[in-house]
């Protein structure tokens, strides 16, 4: 017995030095390989740092893309260090700084909080930002002009609201009432909220929203907003993306249709139609304003935040069927 | 092969770089750590209330210096808000009854939405360009020598507090209250009492946070808990296996926040090892078993009982 713990305290012991040996090791290695960089500016590779707040469909959809698009512009001369805050937004901070003392050339942050975290680190690595909706409220800019004026540019994944509320009337133009239902956490489903609601209002409808804390009271919030009402609006919200089931048990039962910001929730809400856009696309559009930044030498500054390359009008075969709902040919099954 | 590559990909510097950031934001937790061993080990109470708190912190210090109040300013209000919570929770608990970690959870939920209204919703930036800010991630060689400050004024004002007799009854309310009742002590006025200075400690950290990162989130508080827990038990198991029997009480306290530095940078260690991001956490809490298992098992080992049995087991031969 004595022997084993003396045992595994060794073990401990090793595995604690084997770290800090690998830590001592190969500094010479590092020096090596710096020099070769000035020599052949055009054999240069490119360190950039992801950080990424959350493990999460939508935002690992935009991290694909933007990786994708970096490699096939630039092969193995780019590398990833690709870090995920695990839904802690401090550490999107210690991640920020991660980068920042290690040199990298450029970091994306994937998610707002991800983001002011990298405006908060540095002023003077470009910052590209994606799956983010507002970047004025973001980055606490006062006169939003579309382009920050400083090293940071990127994507929004702001859905065209005007158009969601006139597809919303295109479907149901008799409806009265518009529920929308969103969780209270998420800063990007406030402001499509408000943004929506005028256009709704402006449009005749009556309209209320039913916030929720977390996935424990997304049932009842969801019960009271489909009583309520006539048509329920999901706004693209990450929780409810995370819960769709839920509203959609609800929902079905009680012959409410449902339309979504988005093609992952729509789906998995049983919603009757959404105007998509893809995070896929949104992260490839961020990789390619990267490669316009490190090889192009483009300013950030001077870049305007730009929007998901398109827009697809889809529905949900099924659920049109329940509810008996026909659709013009301009819209794409799911 | 491929295992020496990924060592070799691996550099050093860079961990050393980045360590000073991990520092900053470790005092910051420490801070934190701080408030929660004032609950949890001087007076034995399993407070929850943290989590609500440092986001409320956070969330006051944004809004008021986006307000244009100075930060200074705003930090402190931040702290009298964090001091109103500990007293909901310790109202709950003394004047209604409600188990302690339960009316801990009650005042965090509540704070959930008291932080949403403060904040307008779920999230606001403070631009370091624009403001003047105590601590940030922009300037962490200024930061450090601040926080380095923050924490031995705190430390010190908390070794003479629990020195003073209030200080010392509160910690005999948490070691034996029925003694202090006899005492002729109010053990529910010294209850409330620490649950405020805790929560204040935490409101204050929770400010000092956003700051340093640059933002207020209303989820920057869960888990607050966990990490100040952590901290505070990493601090006195390193502290216990460095300085042992030495140990005094300003020397526990320097440790609790020294818990919070060695837990960044424990985090900081991982990110640098590059290992898969969804393993982060796991990781993370192995690394933290391993720390605190080491002086364990290494007293374990030098145990006078252990060096007995062997001479005994010897002499028997």
């Keep these: 017995m004595k022997n084993m713990k003396r045992i595994i305290l060794i073990l401990m012991s090793i595995a604690l030095v084997l770290l800090s040996l690998t830590a001592c090791g190969k500094s010479p290695e590092v020096s090596d390989t710096t020099p070769s960089g000035p020599e052949q500016p055009e054999a240069q590779s490119y360190n950039i740092g992801i950080c990424q707040l959350v493990q999460h469909e939508a935002l690992d959809a935009a991290t694909k893309g933007f990786r994708d698009a970096l490699t096939d512009k630039l092969g193995d001369k780019v590398k990833f260090d690709e870090q995920n805050a695990n839904g802690e937004p401090d550490i999107s901070a210690t991640i920020c700084n991660q980068f920042v003392s290690s040199g990298v050339d450029l970091i994306m942050a994937n998610a707002t909080p991800a983001l002011q975290a990298a405006q908060t680190s540095t002023n003077k690595i470009p910052i590209l930002g994606t799956s983010v909706t507002d970047y004025g409220t973001a980055l606490d800019i006062d006169d939003w002009t579309g382009k920050t004026g400083k090293n940071i540019s990127g994507t929004s994944d702001l859905a065209p609201l005007d158009q969601q509320a006139a597809m919303l009337h295109e479907i149901f133009p008799d409806a009265h009432k518009v529920g929308i239902i969103y969780c209270s956490a998420e800063p990007n489903s406030k402001y499509q909220d408000k943004v929506i609601t005028e256009h709704l209002t402006d449009m005749g409808y009556s309209v209320k929203s039913y916030t929720f804390s977390d996935s424990n009271d997304l049932q009842t919030v969801a019960k009271a907003a489909i009583s309520e009402n006539d048509v329920i609006y999901l706004p693209t919200d990450n929780t409810i993306a995370s819960n769709a089931e839920i509203i959609k048990n609800i929902a079905l039962p009680a012959k409410v249709p449902i339309i979504a910001g988005e093609e992952g929730i729509c789906s998995a809400s049983g919603g009757v139609a959404t105007l998509s856009i893809s995070y896929y696309d949104l992260g490839y559009t961020t990789g390619e304003m990267a490669y316009e930044i490190l090889v192009n030498g483009k300013d950030p500054a001077t870049m305007e935040i730009r929007y998901a390359p398109k827009f697809t009008k889809k529905y949900n075969p099924d659920i049109c069927d329940t509810f008996g709902i026909t659709l013009p040919d301009e819209y794409e099954a799911l | ?317």
């Design chain 2, 1 to 317: 092969m491929e295992l020496i590559a990924y060592f070799l990909s691996l550099k050093p510097l860079n961990l050393l770089s980045a360590l000073p950031g991990n520092i900053v934001q470790g005092i910051i937790w420490g801070i934190m750590a701080l408030g929660v061993f004032i609950t949890f080990r001087l007076l034995n109470f399993a407070d929850l209330t943290v989590d609500g708190t440092f986001a409320a912190g956070g969330a006051v210090t944004v809004v008021l210096i986006l307000a244009g109040i100075p930060a200074p300013i705003a930090l402190a209000i931040a702290t009298i808000v964090g001091l109103l919570g500990g007293l909901v929770t310790g109202f709950l608990h003394t004047i209604l009854g409600i188990p302690d970690i339960l009316a801990g959870i009650l005042t965090q939920i509540s704070f959930w939405s008291i932080n949403l209204l403060v904040l307008d919703g779920a999230n606001r930036a403070v631009n370091v360009d624009k403001y003047h800010l105590i601590v940030s991630l922009r300037n962490i060689s200024s930061s450090i020598v601040t926080m380095l400050v923050f924490a031995a004024v705190l430390v010190s004002i908390l070794y003479w507090y629990f020195g003073t007799e209030q200080g010392s009854a509160i910690r005999a309310t948490g070691n034996n209250p029925q003694m202090v009742k006899a005492q002729g002590i109010n053990i529910d006025f010294m209850k409330v009492l620490a649950l405020g200075l805790s929560n204040c400690l935490v409101a204050f950290s929770g400010g000092l946070m956003s700051q340093f990162q640059g933002f207020a989130d209303i989820k920057m508080g869960q888990g607050a808990i966990v990490i100040g827990l952590a901290a505070v038990i990493i601090g006195e198991v390193i502290g216990d296996a460095l300085i042992g029997k030495y140990m005094n009480f300003y020397i526990k306290l320097v440790f609790v926040v020294l818990g919070g530095v060695i837990y960044y940078f424990v985090i900081g260690l991982v990110m640098w090892l590059r290992m898969p991001t969804d393993l982060l956490k796991l990781f993370t809490a192995s690394v933290v078993a391993i720390f605190l298992a080491i002086p364990y098992l290494k007293a374990k080992t030098n145990n006078s009982f252990v060096f007995a049995n062997k001479g005994g087991a010897q002499k028997n031969a």
